[in-house]
């Protein structure tokens, strides 16, 4: 098997790719791989036309898959495809470039300050806007769809809560916020097995994730404050530029109009050639 796996991979090698990873079932901290018995991922510098490819070695699938360095350092920020970052931190390492895979782990683990600023700044866009979403949901009565996005929001408010004591979030997220802040498990756990009616758990458990944002949300925007605080008044755009968001615009737009109403952020409006529109922008005063 794995001089089948070495001749599968050995001549995709080429100049762009940084490195090469197996992984089995057994490696991966996420629930399997579903139908998989084997990926063989390949950590490339630029996009590959077809990212997947199935193949059969002695009655087992094994997916080949390209991965973008940049679409994978993005994922670590922006907690998408956290099955991918799983799969580079247990992989058995086949093939790298200038330690490429070695030196990202490294990283992860390190959990360097700056990245965990913009890792807070991320979850907690994410957070308030499935809270947001899961209230609307619940004042127009779909309380079963309200459920789901609010245990989405929990686990964001889980990550936020692992990035704020220097962790890096893993794939098993309970197991690792029960261990370290036991206060948010205690909500999911309620919230998924508790005794009242729905309606009920679900109306306490927005009080209780208001007062998670609210205590959270200025420590968690550190980063934009430092940024805005160290700059003239910006847009909307120049917030988004100088920020290098790596999340979603909605998101950001949430999250900025959260803050301004918390007072954490001002607004300066701006004289359009309209008498009745101002254009606005956002800065932090010295505090």
Known sequence: MEQLINHLYDNRITEDTLG?????????????????????LLIVE???????EHYDIKNKLVQLQWINKDELERGSVNSSDSHLIDWVLSGMVLFEKDE??????????DF??????????????????????????????????????????LQHLAKLSIIEH??????????????????????????VTGGENLEKRLELLFLAIDFAIASKSKLSATYLIEILNLKEPVDIEGVITQLEFKGCVVELNLLVDY?????????????????????????????
Do not use: H
């Open 259 to 287: 803050l301004v109403q918390k007072g954490i952020i001002d607004i300066m409006k701006v004289k359009t050639d309209s008498e009745e529109i101002f254009r606005r922008f956002y800065y932090v005063r010295f505090r």
């Open 20 to 40: 090469v990873l197996y992984i089995n079932e057994m490696m991966s901290k996420v629930e399997g791989i579903p139908n998989l018995s084997a990926v063989v």
């Open 100 to 109: 490429y895979i070695t030196m990202y782990r490294e990283n992860i683990n």
């Open 166 to 191: 220097g962790y890096y979030p893993e794939v098993n997220v309970w197991k690792q916020v029960k261990r370290i802040e036991p206060e948010i498990y205690k909500l999911y756990d309620e919230i």
């Open 112 to 153: 360097p300050l700056m990245e965990r600023k913009q890792k807070m700044l991320t979850e907690l866009a994410k957070l308030i806007r499935k809270y947001n979403y899961g209230k609307k949901l619940f004042l127009n009565g779909c309380y079963l769809d309200a459920f789901n996005t609010i245990v989405c929001s």
């Open 46 to 52: 630029s996009a590959k036309p077809n990212p997947l």
